[in-house]
């Protein structure tokens, strides 16, 4: 069956990193997603993987490895805005191209 | 990325009752989805919205329950039928092309008394 892993909860300080890991095993794969959604919002698309290797995106970068079915997400000099939920998803490509599965959401509390 | 406007953005509803909610995006996309959130846990595919054709349900959603349309490649509709409790969700669509990102609506936060 299809299976994403993330931890429920972390919290760090204001200014400091954050690593947010996911592991999945799903039956297609069309990429690795990363979302972040503030209470109350809908997502919104923060990264995508679909080669091994970092993706930097100003203070945010994602990791892929699927040899390993591993990913993660590191924020980097964080700020109170970035508490929230974060999403990892996979596309699959079973059979329709653009279907996601997520994750259950990492909620991440920065504190002052 | 496209915008969906999707609405209503909340509603109150009386169990046995339905609800439409719509979804208008602002370009022509290829894909779009309905995804349902509960309380507390992350998003589900409900299904995908076929234009011009019936939609394909995954499992544990069917189509008396959650009746969709997609009329036309900007527009979709999700049915929530015949409502009880347990349909007390965040319902989300989801667009799509090829070469981007899935984009969504602003969620319609519903309740069932």
């Known amino acids: 069956g299809q299976n994403i892993d993330q931890p429920t909860e972390m919290t760090a300080t204001e200014g400091a990193i954050v690593q947010i890991n996911c592991t999945y095993q799903?039956?297609?794969?069309?990429?690795l997603f990363w979302y972040q959604q503030h209470a109350g919002e809908a997502p919104t698309f923060l990264s995508y993987n679909v080669l091994d290797g970092l993706e930097e995106k100003g203070r945010f970068s994602s990791f892929l490895s699927r040899s390993k079915g591993y990913s993660y997400l590191l924020l980097k000099e964080l700020q109170m805005k970035d508490s929230a939920s974060y999403l990892c998803a996979v596309g699959l490509t079973t059979d329709s191209w653009g279907k996601l599965q997520f994750g259950a959401g990492t909620q991440v509390v920065v504190t002052p | 990325s496209a915008v969906i406007s999707q609405k209503p953005s909340r509603d109150i509803c009386q169990r046995g009752t339905s609800l439409t909610i719509q979804c208008q995006v602002d370009?022509?996309?290829?894909?779009m989805f309905w995804y349902r959130q509960q309380p507390g846990q992350s998003l589900t595919l409900i299904a995908t919205?076929?234009?011009?054709?019936?939609?394909?349900?995954e499992s544990g959603f069917v189509i008396d329950k959650f009746p969709i349309s997609r009329p036309n490649l900007t527009f979709s509709t999700l049915t929530v039928s015949n409502m009880s409790p347990e349909d007390s969700s965040i319902y989300l669509c989801?667009?799509?092309?090829?070469?981007?990102?899935?984009?969504f609506g602003q969620g319609t936060r519903l309740t069932v008394v």
């Open positions: 799903t039956s297609g794969f069309n990429g």
């Open positions: 370009s022509q996309v290829t894909m």
């Open positions: 919205a076929n234009q011009g054709s019936e939609a394909t349900y």
């Open positions: 989801s667009g799509l092309d090829r070469g981007t990102e899935a984009f």
